[in-house]
């Protein structure tokens, strides 16, 4: 999608800080924290919600999700860390590609 701002970030065209990237993901700090580690990590391929999701997404779900501790740990988040996946305008999402947060502070 050529407006959404997650894409371009994920094309390289926006910068980020990236803390982790492999071919189907992208991991990246926060510009707005509510912790003091919080990321967010998102598909490189666009889809806009969870509610969203397809079949084919399936196993790329199942990666990311395993990725997500090991990226906690990385951070400094042992002793624990919350995830988020905001859904829909209701369920409080506002940019509109499928993302998770990784929040938490360092033990």
Do not use: W
Not at 33 to 50: E, G, N, Q, R, Y
């Amino acid at each position: 999608m050529t407006d959404c701002i997650f894409c371009k970030i994920a094309a390289g065209e926006i910068p980020a800080n990236a803390v982790y990237e492999d071919g189907e993901m992208l991991c990246f700090k926060d510009i707005r924290p509510a912790a003091p580690v919080h990321l967010l990590l998102i598909p490189k391929t666009h889809f806009d919600s969870l509610a969203h999701a397809a079949p084919e997404h399936e196993g790329l779900l199942g990666r990311m999700m395993l990725k997500v501790p090991q990226i906690a740990a990385e951070h400094g988040l042992t002793g624990g860390f919350k995830t988020l996946v905001n859904t829909g305008k209701g369920g409080g999402q506002e940019v509109f590609h499928l993302h998770i947060h990784i929040m938490g502070t360092p033990a």
